[in-house]
């Protein structure tokens, strides 16, 4: 089962950012935070990652609070080709490669 | 940007047929996966698979799965005899490190339609 828990749905303007918050209570001291998004019926791409620190590239910001047991991934400014399914997995890296579980992730509808 | 390529986009097959499911990881990737979902469901692991070794696998992945890196370039999944409840999204994934956060890259899936 996923190790997160993330609202089912979401709004957002278009335009505007988009907060979508991840609750990992019982995350360990070696997993990492992903986020991933599903645009319809695509592969699963790939956004950000994090252990400790906030992180931020091209497509998103990852704000871990300091107890690590929830996060935020932030989309800056929101277009409608950001509407999508995001998830938020934590996994930790073994000899296996990064297995990833995915829950029910939150659903981001973007709006003109 | 480099990208997974999968085909066929779609197959569709009898029950009890065997299918051969294809993807080209990233080139210089070690890691490969399979993952499938079924529509309106989860996105499930199936199997991992470094050093053209099986890594792990979950309980989906049973007997009638197998996994083969048949080249250099190629990863094959394959279903030997299809059934019904097979009908699903296959999403292939590659990575690039086998140790340290390493994102895994996806196809963009091949839709088996078993009738």
């Known amino acids: 089962d996923a190790k997160t828990t993330q609202p089912p749905s979401m709004d957002c303007a278009e335009g505007r950012a988009a907060n979508l918050p991840c609750n990992h209570s019982?995350?360990?001291?070696?997993?990492?935070v992903y986020w991933y998004r599903q645009i319809h019926s695509q592969g699963p791409q790939y956004i950000i990652h994090?252990?400790?620190n906030n992180e931020t590239n091209e497509m998103a910001s990852l704000i871990i609070t300091e107890d690590r047991k929830s996060s935020t991934l932030i989309l800056p400014h929101a277009t409608l080709r950001d509407t999508a399914v995001y998830y938020c997995?934590?996994?930790?890296?073994?000899?296996?490669?990064?297995?990833?579980?995915f829950g029910g992730g939150t659903r981001l509808m973007v709006k003109p | 940007e480099p990208e997974v390529t999968q085909t066929p986009s779609h197959q569709v097959t009898q029950m009890g047929q065997e299918v051969i499911l294809r993807c080209v990881p990233i080139?210089?990737?070690?890691?490969f996966y399979w993952y499938r979902q079924i529509l309106g469901q989860k996105v499930e692991f199936l199997v991992s698979?470094?050093?053209?070794?099986?890594?792990?696998k979950s309980e989906i992945f049973d007997d009638q799965f197998s996994v083969e890196r048949p080249d250099g370039s190629n990863f094959t999944l394959k279903i030997r005899s299809t059934k019904l409840e097979d009908s699903a999204m296959y999403f292939c994934?590659?990575?690039?490190?086998?140790?340290?956060?390493?994102?895994?890259?996806f196809g963009n899936g091949t839709r088996l339609t078993v009738t």
């Open positions: 698979f470094y050093n053209n070794e099986i890594s792990e």
């Open positions: 994090g252990l400790k």
């Open positions: 997995i934590v996994t930790v890296n073994n000899n296996a490669g990064n297995m990833l579980t």
């Open positions: 019982t995350i360990s001291g070696n997993e990492y």
């Open positions: 080139s210089n990737h070690l890691y």
């Open positions: 994934a590659s990575s690039e490190f086998w140790t340290g956060p390493s994102p895994l890259h």
